[in-house]
């Protein structure tokens, strides 16, 4: 492609020099053509490993990250509820789920334009990224649908139904991801700051959309469903932290692709994420373990990995509108709060988050919707633009105050939705089969219980 | 002396190690065994096939106590460990012939 691309270049500047006739016409819509598909390669290579890398993040990341933070009994069941994602949220996402999101509908939901898929080839999209196939987009997006129910489970873990959990993430998926993802990245959705929303929020790779509707729905089955058996006075403890170490490795790796990928491009904006992701996660794990160290005397492991995961998951909104020390101060609140969320807040409020979805995921995403609207500048992403063409002032840096507002409105409806939606969600699902294993189901563990097997034999 | 040797259900360690510690009995030790009584196993299938499972996860928690204090200890760790239903465990005890705490060489009972 390139070779076409030089030659055409050779032949313009040759033509020019010899201001011999106009260059033939054919060639240089050729030549367009030709620049065209090299950047469409270019940004589509980087798609398809972000799309990778953000499936990644489920199974093993998260998969690994949950299942060690689980008594050993549970393991299988925990890393279930991940993988299950994988395969049910793609069921769903083929046939509806997709258009859903992204066929243009009204403001809070799409339509069924791309039901079954249909038109969804290798023509892009103009509307959401025009220079990769749109099947690329759409199974870029639908990694980020997998992950969002996933994360919910570490607020119930060990102790739901393996039947109830699949039914819960169905209906939570229309109930909420659906309607929230429209909203904030679909056309003309209620809060798209780019595709005509009424109220413009800035959520580059799903601060609202995964983090902080996961984050308090995960509250919401953290308090419908009670606490595990034996919580608190029992001491209930990982059964394995190298397990959850890898899989908070992977979880950053991953992540790269999850806001870096979400410039839909190859471009300058993409370094940018990826540079502001980086960042605030070392910074959330520095953060953390100074608060640890504080506080306990001890900077620990757990906590260090902990940090980490909540920088990202505070950075994600504004990755893509932060210069990279923004980030730094993101990533550095973000450690501070959420430690004190699951290491103060959680033990007064005595609700069983087992593994801290709503106290890493739901307050980091807070935390960083509305930090994006202080951070948030055009000097970083310039796609927003006036009237007259120039780039459009973004966050309070930039002298738009006005900008946190927004932000706290579009997390306000995301909270919102996300405890209707939940609470929906449950309803339903009792009403067609039990919520909770029985007393003796979750003393023998998920693994026996609900699968019928064991992660650990000992004799084998 | 008497030893108290008793095989539990994992999940009641942290209620007999309560209820011990309410009749004020400090020393335990406890390993993970499998085994099986009466209560027969459990099936597992992986990939179809179905393997039947007979030895158990139990917990086994051994203390020495002395002999006054045995139907006391003995009752207090039943009642913590009971749910009434197949596989709640046993208890056995026997006759321990000497104590020695290795760091003074203190010998019987106030060696526990």
Known sequence: MSNRVFAGLLLLSSSALAQGPPVDRAELRALQAAVAASQSAGDNAWMLVSSALVLMMTGPGLALFYCGLVRKKNVLGTMMQSFAMMALITMLWAVCGYSLVFGTGNAFIGDLRYLFLRGVGAEPNALYAPTIPHQTFMIYQLMFA?????????????????????????????????????????????????????????????????????????????????????????????????????????????????????????????????????????????????????????ASALGAISGAVAGLATVTQGAGFVQPFSAVLIGLIAGAVCFFMVSVAKEKLRYDDSLDAFGVHGVGGLVGCLLTGVFATRAVNSALKLANGQPAALGWIDGNPVQVLHQLIGAGIGIGLAVAGTLAALRITELVTPLRMNEREEASGMDLSLH????????? | MVKIEAVIQPSKLENAREALKAVGIDGLTVSEVRGHGRQKGHKEVYRGREYQVDLLHKLKLEMVVPSARKDEVVRALADAVRTGAIGDGKIFVCEVAEAIRIRDDSRGESAL
Request: aromatic letters at 16%; one cysteine or more; a positive charge.
């Open chain 1, 452 to 460: 019928g097997e064991e992660g650990y034999n000992f004799e084998a």
């Open chain 1, 146 to 298: 997998i992950i969002t129910p996933a994360l919910i489970a570490g607020a119930f873990a060990e102790r739901v139904r393996f039947r109830a959990m699949m039914l819960f993430s169905t209906l939570w998926a229309f109930f909420v991801y659906f309607p929230a993802a429209h909203m904030v990245w679909g056309n003309g959705g209620f809060l798209n700051a780019f595709l005509g929303g009424k109220y413009p929020v800035f959520d580059f790779a799903g601060g609202t959309v995964v983090h902080i509707t996961s984050g308090f729905s995960a509250l919401v089955t953290a308090l419908y469903i009670g606490k595990r058996a034996g919580y608190p006075h029992e001491k209930i403890v990982p059964h394995n932290l190298v397990l959850s170490f890898i899989g908070a490795c992977l979880l950053w790796v991953g992540w790269f692709g999850f806001n870096a990928g979400s410039a839909l491009a190859a471009s300058s904006v993409a370094t940018s994420a990826f540079v502001a992701t980086h960042f605030a996660a070392a910074a959330g794990a520095v953060s953390w373990m100074a608060a640890e160290r504080i506080r306990n005397g001890k």
